[in-house]
């Protein structure tokens, strides 16, 4: 494999996650589907094509690399036609528009490799309808979405009760007092 995170095979080449970049895997081919096996594993599974000289990425395989060069995201091959879920795309067009804005991006998109695709378009679907896209709002979505909720008990505990009410007698202090060598 090629350390631009692509296998050949018949003229096409198709993409695999980056972290398996210049390792060495296996390929399979089969009438409709190209499957990439590292130890034992299948690691990325593409659409047979049958044309000539023509790369086929998965956006998602390139995702960490965006970690050392976020330009890429504006121009990189694998992002030019990439169908991010609508509120998604909003919100990346939302940072493109700002200075520092594809960093943003790349952040929320590694979040989506921590927590899920599903997690972090769910949280970007309610930042989109709160009007609150600024990254650390969506963070905070996430977080509410991925941490459990407290249920409360069902059932409210009995503690013991008193039977007795406790009676105040000060001369108790006394008596201590007295022990100890000190008048009152």
């Known amino acids: 494999m090629r350390s631009t995170c692509l296998v050949q ?3 096409n080449r198709y993409s695999v996650p980056a972290r398996f970049a210049g390792q060495r895997v296996s390929l399979r081919a ?3 589907r190209i499957k990439v ?3 034992q594993d299948v690691i990325a599974e ?3 094509r049958f044309t000539r000289n023509i790369s086929y990425f998965e ?3 390139y995702v960490p690399l965006l970690a050392r060069k976020p330009g890429a995201l504006r121009d990189g091959a694998p992002f030019v036609d990439w169908q991010l879920p609508a509120s998604m795309r909003r919100i990346k067009d939302h940072y493109m528009k700002g200075k520092g804005g594809d960093r943003e991006f790349v952040d929320l ?3 989506a490799q921590d927590h899920g695709i599903e997690i972090v378009e769910t949280a970007c679907d309610l930042a989109v309808a709160q009007n609150t896209l600024r990254l650390p709002a969506i963070i905070n979505l996430i977080n509410q979405l991925v941490e459990p909720v407290i ?3 069902a059932q409210s505990y009995d503690y013991p009760r008193l039977t007795m009410r406790p009676e105040a007698n000060c001369k108790r202090y006394e008596t201590l007092y ?4 000190v008048a009152v």
Request: glycine content about 8%.
């Open 37 to 39: 096996v590292a130890n």
């Open 9 to 11: 095979y018949d003229s």
């Open 46 to 48: 593409h659409k047979r």
């Open 30 to 32: 089969y009438a409709g």
């Open 151 to 153: 249920v409360p008990l």
């Open 178 to 181: 007295m022990r100890q060598g």
């Open 109 to 111: 998109l590694l979040l």
């Open 59 to 61: 956006p998602w395989h």
